[in-house]
């Protein structure tokens, strides 16, 4: 039964080249962010939730990271280890997400 | 675990060789075939060498290593090389060391580089013609959480 | 667009209508590796038979024990069940596996569990011929801590009846070893409790190298909050402890016996040993794997994740551990429904606690690079050295949201 259309297709459009197709479960480095970022209700924690906020949100955030702005404590070193493609990818992913209850 | 602190020196009359460089990565076959133009194809038998390596190594620039040969080094009965080969850097045979009765010992401390996990062997030419061999896998990681990464 | 219903945990995972992945997997060890293995794929693929084999009822939490030690935190609060494991579909064998015969799981009881992939995490095992005088015995005397649990509650009790005055004396190993600046917090946390509570007292640190994970940062900040109360002595000045006797509580170096009135040896390691009884350790004790999806380079079928695998710059901890377990399930579930699996990014992030407000972090990001897990060029590193105390409170309290975090996706 399809459970309706898959972000990673559109994503695999997005990112240049095989090497970079997107997973079905997450782009590149999509799934170690859960472990800082919380994405089940309920925790209490002062690192920012990611799930459904909006791509282009996080994308600049991510940006910002890279140039050092934003004052982050880590990021700045996360977040340069990401490629153009890959932030935009990782930014739509997380867009579709939604917190586990 | 890395071994103890060794000091590194080559004893007596050892000469060490350094091999000309190749592009081309070594093979366990190319390693073979270096091995056979040292013996010739003689019969190379097991036992007798000792090749001391770390297991796991996080710095394949300097791996140290030593090979230790069971031999009195005496005039009528004693080690007369020492060969080092791999399976993996640009060239099988990486050292040569010659040694006679007046090494002492037939005891070889350095280190070589290595850029991969792979298989060391070590071959030693006795007195009497004859070719013992010791080996040891050697597996070549990264060193984790360095901080000198900017 | 229609989104997949989120999951249990971690994942909202849409799905495409494709090749299903079928079969049985099996998981050795129920730590963050394990579990979070174990849950993320039955998260992606509800159809799959998922095993999880746990002998321990209550799984203690090493990230944060430190601060057990250092009297600033509750044990109970390092502790975990796999309830909420179960609860995601996975059966929970709480046996402990002995072997591997075929592809299958020998448990203890006599049980025999098939698998079509087999994940093993069995964390690490204390290498108990790796330090003369370390013996199983001598760890109740002298406690490593380094799996957490009795030991961490021993040291804890340890310390507390110390008197003031007394010397604290602690030992950390050559790499590779679990938790690279886990010593270095910890020899932290131990000073705050002794400047607090016992300041006649001093700590020595005799180390079996000369460089540690952090190390400006942690001396830096030493010399800031622990002046005069803690010592680091490096391998090149005779740091390397070469025999313990527990009897007389001293610890030997080449040079020097010190003697301890609380001892904590982190001895040498080696990964969990059921990795040996399968076959996927090496001679290091240590099991090598591939980078994209960490299957054994020894064993087919058999994947290793967590402290016991060989996964180059990417360093044993618990956020390498869970990131490492998602990957693989996601590697699982490609190659069980006939795909290759696609080359994976990691992060790392470990926080260190020098005092309860004065956090510290090293990060990495990673990728397979010439057969192994390697930084990518730019990324990572380690927190500013000139920081103000506001920016080390921030990770600190970062640090305690990401324990709640990790271990809420990881158990939850």
Known sequence: MRRGRWIGLLLMGLSGGAAHAASPDGPFGAMSCSGCHATARGVDTAIPRLNGRPAAEIAAAMRDFQKGERAPTVMGRIAKGYTDPEIDALAAWFAAQRDAP | MSPSTRRAFVIGSAIAAVMPLSSARATPEQMRKAIEAVTRGAKINTGKVTLDIPPLVENGHTVPLSVTVDSPMTDADHVRAIHIFNENNPQPHVLHANLGPRSGRALLSTRIKLNASQRIVAIAELSDGGFWSGAAEVVVTLAACVEEIV | MQVGAAMVGA??????????????????????????????????????????????????????????????????????????????????????AVGVDGKTVVLDSGARFQFDRLVLAPGIDINWSGLPGYTEAAAEKMPHAWKAGGQTVLLRRQLEAMDDGGLVVMSAPANPFRCPPGPYERVSLIAHYLKTKKPKSKLVLLDAKDAFSKQRLFQDAWAKLYPGLLEWVPLSKGGKVVSVDPADMTLATDFAKHKAAVANVIPPQRAGRIAEAAGVADRSGWCPVEPVSFESRLRPDIHVIGDAAIMGAMPKSAFSANAQAKVCAVAIVARLAGREPVEPRLINTCYSLVAPDYGITIAGVYKPTNGQLADIPGAGGVSPLDAPQEFRAREALYAEGWFRTITAETFG
């Open chain 3, 11 to 96: 994942l909202a995972a849409p799905r495409i209508a494709s090749a299903q992945a079928v079969g049985r997997v099996v998981i050795v060890g129920g730590g963050f590796a394990g579990a979070t293995c174990a849950r993320t794929l039955k998260a992606l693929e509800p159809k799959l038979a998922v095993s999880l084999i746990e002998p321990d009822p209550v799984f203690t939490a090493c990230p944060f024990s430190n601060a057990v030690l250092g009297g600033l935190r509750e044990i109970a609060q390092q502790q975990f069940t796999q309830d909420g494991v179960e609860r995601a579909g996975v059966t929970v064998a709480r046996r402990r």
